[in-house]
């Protein structure tokens, strides 16, 4: 058996051994994130376990439609006193993108690591990561399968969400055979692919229309036109009454711009506090620049969170992406 054969055992053992457990999916969390956390719910629950599910803030309600949703717990409006040994972490890069929730570790506690982040630093005291698994949600299904666990069609409903948002719809360029045989597998264990993708793909709020709107007059060409960016500053936020949920999404109008290379968004949560969502098509790794401000991600598909002002930030990364491009912003 290869190493990673072994994790995934390892992973389904770390579900067997404990009786009670804390699961955590990382924050601004995403379809992946939500689906595998959800996925792991259901794994323990067929192990007959008890668990906890935390996020650092809000889970978007457009995935409400998964099974188990209502018992995620955001941390930040609701407070937990337990103290728990057994800790699984999906999607998480690293400890920092699990947010606020070490408190709840027990001393000692247990950590079960599944993630396909290059970048994960493998915190974890069980990891499983592969960095060639399109979604985590693709090896919550190698776990299943390891563990013998049987694919419910709510198991399959999480794992096919967490699939197809984590490859754009099927589309982007990590939607491998295997990615596809999964999906098979799941529509046959009872997922019904059109609602799912209704729900992820093609619905969207008014908001996110009204902030789009102000987004697109942002947007800005730079670099030879390789780079497209655009901003939503906390002022857009505030008086579109949009949530940074409403405004995901957007750094792809960037990005699909034909020609250009990087798509970027920057967004204002809140005063000081800016989001970087940055969009790659194909020869630029964007997971590397996002790393150089304290982020990371995937090659085509990375973040990073940065302290002061909107400006200030834009241009700070419009100049590290001259670096890497070897073009000056406005030449
Ligand atoms: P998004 O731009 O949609 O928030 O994130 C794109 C990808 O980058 C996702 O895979 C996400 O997990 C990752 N990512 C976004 N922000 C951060 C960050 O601050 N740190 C790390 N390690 N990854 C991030
Ligand atoms: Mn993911």
């Not at 006193?81 to 920092?96: G, K, P, S």
Request: aromatic share 6%; glycine share 8%; charged share 25%.
């Amino acid at each position: 058996m290869n190493n990673y054969q072994e994790a995934l055992t390892e992973a389904a053992r770390f579900m067997k051994a404990h009786d009670r457990f804390l699961i955590v999916s990382h924050v601004n969390p995403d379809g992946d994130t939500t689906s595998s956390a959800l996925a792991t719910a259901l794994l323990l629950e067929q192990a007959g376990k008890s668990y906890v599910i935390v996020n650092e803030g809000e889970t978007p309600s457009k995935f409400g439609f998964l099974p188990r949703f209502e018992r995620i717990l955001n941390l930040s409006a609701d407070s937990l006193e337990e103290r728990f040994d057994a800790v699984i972490a999906v999607d998480a890069a690293d400890a920092r993108r699990m947010g606020e929730v070490r408190h709840l570790f027990a001393p000692n506690a247990r950590i079960l690591n599944i993630d396909h982040h290059p970048t994960n630093d493998f915190f974890g005291t069980v990891n499983v990561i592969r960095t060639d698994a399109a979604a985590t949600a693709e090896i919550m299904f190698e776990v299943m399968e390891a563990g013998g666990f049987a694919c419910t069609p709510e198991l399959a409903t999480c794992l096919y969400t967490g699939l197809l948002t984590d490859t754009g719809g099927f589309r982007y360029s990590n939607t491998t055979s295997h990615v596809m045989e999964i999906a098979a597998k799941l529509l046959r264990c009872g997922v019904k692919p059109g609602e799912i993708a209704e729900r992820c793909l093609e619905e969207i709020t008014l908001k996110h229309v009204q902030v789009l709107r102000r987004a697109l007059q942002s947007l800005k060409l730079t670099h030879r036109n390789q780079v497209a960016s655009l901003k939503i500053s906390h002022a857009d936020l505030c008086e579109t009454g949009a949530t940074s949920e409403d405004a995901s999404g957007l750094v792809n109008y960037g990005r699909n711009i034909e020609g250009v290379e990087v798509g970027i968004s920057f967004c204002e949560p809140e005063p000081g506090v800016v989001k970087v969502s940055f969009r790659a098509r194909a020869h630029v790794d964007v997971a590397q620049i996002a790393k150089s401000f304290g982020g990371g991600g995937h090659a085509k598909a990375a973040g990073c969170t940065l302290k002061g002002e909107l400006a200030a930030i834009e241009e700070q990364v419009l100049a590290k992406l001259s670096e890497v491009l070897g073009v000056g912003v406005h030449e």
